[in-house]
């Protein structure tokens, strides 16, 4: 069963940084594509990114709205996708979600990130 | 940044009832390597979304086949033949044609 388990999230001042896990199980982690997507309360989803799989040599695209500020890796001895995020805005407030493919056959739960003084 | 615009933005229905919800795209999605890499999900309340459409007309894994996908360049169409209380959420296009990829707005579905 194919799983994905995000934490990292919470309450960060503007300016300040914080950095997503998505664990998952249940498929071969190397051959597939890993996206970040996030939902503003009330809105619709942003993409944010991909990061490749090993045949594509685990390269990164990035949405500009974020690029610059937030990064996407992998650990992939560990099968754990992370999102970077630096000098947080109000405006990244969300949910944020770890997918699997660009086109996300599988979402995980979430994380709530809340930029706030 | 390509534009997906979703009609209606909210469809009240019947139990039983059919209906479908349009996504019209500013750019064709039809990639260069031949495919068109649009999406469909729903997003029941306080649940992540969920898909139920691939490249335009692919029925998602364990997705019912009352929901139907068809299309092509820039304008989709989602059809649920004859909705049911687990389909009421909000659903959402999406297009990986072009980067940025982006999502339409929704069309929140509801119980006339």
């Known amino acids: 069963e194919v799983k994905l388990l995000e934490s990292g999230g919470g309450l960060v001042q503007p300016g300040g940084s914080l950095r997503l896990s998505c664990a998952a199980s249940g498929f071969t982690f190397t051959d597939f594509y890993m996206s970040w997507i996030r939902q503003p309360p009330g809105k619709a989803p942003e993409w944010l990114g991909v990061i490749r799989n090993k045949a594509n040599g685990y390269t990164t695209e990035y949405n500009p709205s974020v690029k610059g500020r937030f990064t996407i890796s992998r650990d992939n001895t560990q099968n754990i996708l992370y999102l970077q995020m630096n000098t947080l805005r109000a405006e990244d407030t969300a949910i944020y979600y770890c997918?699997?493919?660009?086109?996300?056959?599988?979402w995980g739960q979430g994380v709530m990130v809340t930029v706030s003084s | 940044d390509v534009v997906l615009t979703q009609t209606p933005s909210i469809l009240s229905a019947t139990i039983g009832q059919s209906v479908s919800i349009s996504c019209r795209s500013s750019q064709s999605l039809l990639d260069s390597d031949g495919n068109t890499y649009l999406y469909w999900f729903l997003q029941r309340p306080g649940q992540s979304p969920q898909r139920l459409i691939y490249l335009v007309s692919n029925l998602g894994s364990g997705v019912p086949n009352r929901f139907s996908g068809s299309g092509s360049g820039t304008d989709f169409t989602l059809k649920i033949s004859g909705v049911e209380a687990e389909d009421l959420g909000v659903y959402y296009c999406m297009q990986a044609t072009h980067a940025p990829y982006t999502f339409g707005a929704g069309t929140k579905l509801e119980l006339k």
């Open positions: 997918a699997r493919r660009t086109g996300g056959d599988y």
